[in-house]
């Protein structure tokens, strides 16, 4: 059964306490990716209705730090599904709840696997894209999927179809 990019959506809120941060205040990237990776597997399972595993995690870049006392609101939703693993995108704000304001701090794609009860890989239900913002991530995808293969050693450069259009011109 297909299922559309909206209803994997999930919001993870977590509030910014002493034992989150390093020397200078700032949460630690650590503990983000930790919750970062609970809200995406959370997304991916809501997808395919199944236990999954990280595949992968994409680069992260931090754009702005998020300080002691800030809240930090974690979007993760689906982009596409392959045959039996998920990519999932992920936007991470931070917020300062008392001067009222919110705040971008980093976003990435993760890659989840589905498994069966016997912990093998298992199919996964296709994902329907609805909004621009979505057809968008969807259509990427494929692009982002076969640089991961390449840097993971399981792909060939030349067997990348979809990042040759990038690279060489006919």
Not at 131 to 157: C, H, N, V, W, Y
Request: charged content about 25%; hydrophobic content about 40%; proline content about 4%.
């Amino acid at each position: 059964m297909d299922k559309k990019a909206a209803e994997s959506l999930v919001v993870m809120t977590e509030l910014v306490l002493p034992n989150d941060t390093n020397t200078f205040g700032n949460l630690m990237g650590g503990r983000l990716m930790y919750w970062m990776d609970i809200a995406a597997a959370l997304a991916a399972m809501k997808h395919c209705g199944a236990p999954v595993v990280t595949a992968s995690v994409d680069n992260i870049s931090f754009e702005n730090p998020i300080k002691l006392g800030n809240v930090v609101h974690i979007e993760a939703k689906l982009t596409r599904a392959f045959n039996t693993s998920m990519e999932v995108h992920l936007t991470v704000w931070g917020e300062d709840a008392i001067q009222q304001y919110k705040y971008k701090s980093n976003e990435a794609y993760y890659t989840f696997v589905s498994l069966d009860p016997n912990g093998k890989p298992r199919v996964v239900n296709q994902l329907i894209p609805e909004t621009e913002s979505e057809k968008k991530l969807f259509d990427g995808a494929l692009r982002r999927r076969q640089l991961r293969l390449i840097l993971g050693g399981k792909m060939k450069p030349q067997d990348a179809v979809e990042l040759k259009a990038l690279f060489i011109k006919d």
